[in-house]
C-alpha cells in the first residue's frame, strides 16, 4: 500500500527521516515527532516504515495479550546475529524460548535475590573502594562508565561466578567495548543506505561478535574447569538443565552460549544507565538526595562500612522511587515491539492486519498526560504506594510487558538500590561541571559526559 494513501485511510501521520539523523539519536528524535504528530505515527526511512505508539489508551490496548504479543523488530533482528535465539531476541514461538524460561525463572523469583545478594555487595564494596581513591586523590569520575564496572561485575559473579575485575582496570573491559559496537551496528544497519558499501561495518562487527562468544566459552570453561555445580547461579541451572536426565528439557549448547551472552548484556548495560540517570537526578535534587540520605542514614546511621542485609533493601522504600523515577524520564530500554496476533482496528480506527509490528515509544509513554500537568519534572513522590494505585498500570512500561517482560526486573532494582543507598550514605556528590544532561544512545541510554567530584560524608552532612 503506498505510504500517503495510507495515511490518509487510517489516520495515522507518516513522518520522514534522513538516515544521518537516525544514527546518531533516533529514539531522541522519534520522541520529538511524537511531541509533532501525536501519539501514533509512522516514521518512514526510505522504503521502511516503524509505527509508533506512545499513548497510554492504545499502550493498553498494545498490552492485552490475547491480540499483541512481543514482536521481534528488524533491530532486535539484527542483535539475533550476536545473541541468537537467546532469552530477550528469540521469537515467541521457539521451542528455546519456552524451554529457557522455564529453566531461568526459579532463578528470578523474589527470593532468589537472597542468593545473589552477597555477590552484589561484594561488587558495591569495590565501588566504594574506588571512589574512596577518588576522595583521597581528588580525581573525578565518568559515571556510567563506574556504574558499568559495576553492573558488569555483578552479572558475571552472580550469575556465572565469573569475575570480570573491571575495578582493577582503567579502560572498560574489552567485553563493554565490543558489545556497544555490536548494538551500534545493530542499530545502524537499519538505516542502511541502497549502493553504499558497508563490508568493513560488516567485517568489524564480525570481529566483536566472535570476540564476544570468546568470552562466553571462557565463563563457561572455568565453570567446568572448577569442578563446581554452580547449584542455582544461572549457569549452573542451565547446564544442570543438561544433566539432571531431563531429556528434552535439557538446553543445547549452543542455546546455553546465546543465554550467557544475553544475560551478560542484558543484565548490565540497562541497569548501569538507571544508575547513572539516578544519580544525574539526585545531584540536581537537593531536596530529594536529602531524603535518600535520611533513608540510608536511619537504616546504617554512621557507621563507616554499612553491612547491608538482604532485609534492608526492602527498607529503602524511598531510594527505589527515585530509580523508578529516573526509570520513567529514561527508561534505559528505550522502546519495545508488540506484534497484532490477528487483524485488529488499533483504538477503534487504525487498522493492522495479523503480523504488523507497533512500538512503544517507552519515554514518551511516560510523559503521557496521566503523569499530570508537569510530565519533564523529577519527582520520586509519583511512585509511592497510593500515587502507583491510582494509576493504570499500563502507565509505566520500563520493563516491557505480558510474558516476555524483563525477566531481570527485581535483580536490577535489587542490585541499584542497594548501591544507590549506599553511595549517598558515604558520599557528596559535587557537580564540579555544572553538568547539563545529554543522553547517548547505542540502543540503550545513558546521559553522556556526565562527571562528578567527590568528597567524603558523615551522616551529619
Ligand atoms: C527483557 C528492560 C535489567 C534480562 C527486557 C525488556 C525490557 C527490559 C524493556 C523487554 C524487551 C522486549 O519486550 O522486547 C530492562 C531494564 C533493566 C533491565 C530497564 C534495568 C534497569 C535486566 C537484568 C537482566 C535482564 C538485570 C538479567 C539479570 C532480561 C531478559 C529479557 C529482558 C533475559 C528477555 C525476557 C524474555 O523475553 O523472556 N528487559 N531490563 N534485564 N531482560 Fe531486562
Known sequence: LHTAERAAADGIPVADVTAAGLTAT???????LARVHGPAFRRRLGDRETLFVSSLDLVTELADENRFAKGVSVVLENVREFAGDGLFTAYNDEPNWAKAHEVLMPAFALGSMRTYHPAMLKVARRVMAS?????ADGSTLDVAEDMTRMTLDTIGLAGFGFDFGSFARDTPHPFVE???????????KFAREAGVDYSAEDAAFRADADYL?????????ARTASGESGDDDLLGLMLGSRERGDGEQGLDLANIRNQVITFLIAGHETTSGALSFALYYLLKDPAALRLVQREADELWGDAPEPDPSFEDIARLPYTRQVLNEALRLWPTAAAFTRQAQEDILLGGRHPLKKGDLVTVLTPMLHRDPAWGDNP???????FTPQAEAARSPHAYKPFGTGERACIGRQFALHEATMLLALLVHRYRLIDHTDYRLRVKETLTLKPEGFTLALAARTPAD
Open 131 to 135: 571512589w574512596d581513591r577518588r576522595v
Open 178 to 188: 565490543s558489545m556497544v559496537r555490536c548494538l551500534q551496528w545493530s542499530g545502524a
Open 26 to 32: 533516533p529514539l531522541q528524535q522519534a520522541m520529538d
Open 376 to 382: 519533564e519534572l523529577f519527582d520520586p513522590s509519583r
Open 213 to 221: 562468544a570468546s568470552v562466553v566459552d571462557e565463563v563457561i570453561a
